[in-house]
């Protein structure tokens, strides 16, 4: 299924409850800090081995945050009017100029750190 459709299928589930409120963006995003805040718990104040290894123990509550995360952001996207594959697409083709492989690959792009970023 195409991110398109996928969006569109977030609409049809919304409207058909009546959910589909323009009114709600904030509490949407909200809902998004919501979520990320149970995956930082899941992870919070252990090296990346172990962040590793919860993840790895903890595969469904990862999926379930990777889903509530995609379903918010598709429902913002119908709500503010956005084509996610257009937004996505031109976010890839953006990040390919900004941070080109030869400059960035095996490092990061916190320019303050010591990283690159072509912006």
Do not use: C
């Not at 998004?32 to 993840?55: C, R, S, Y």
Request: hydrophobic share 35%; glycine share 6%; no cysteine.
């Amino acid at each position: 299924m195409e991110l398109n459709e996928i969006q569109e299928k977030i609409k049809k589930f919304n409207d058909e409850r009546g959910w589909s409120n323009p009114e709600s963006m904030k509490d949407l995003l909200l809902n998004m800090t919501e979520e990320v805040g149970k995956m930082w718990n899941l992870i919070k104040w252990v090296n990346t081995e172990k962040q590793q290894e919860m993840i790895n123990k903890n595969k469904n509550e990862v999926e379930n945050f990777v889903g509530d995360i995609l379903y918010l952001i598709l429902k913002i996207a119908y709500l503010s009017d956005v084509d996610s594959e257009k937004g996505i697409n031109d976010v890839l083709e953006e990040y390919e100029k900004r941070f080109p492989i030869e400059k960035v690959k095996g490092s990061h792009a916190n320019v303050r750190a010591g990283g690159f970023d072509n912006k």
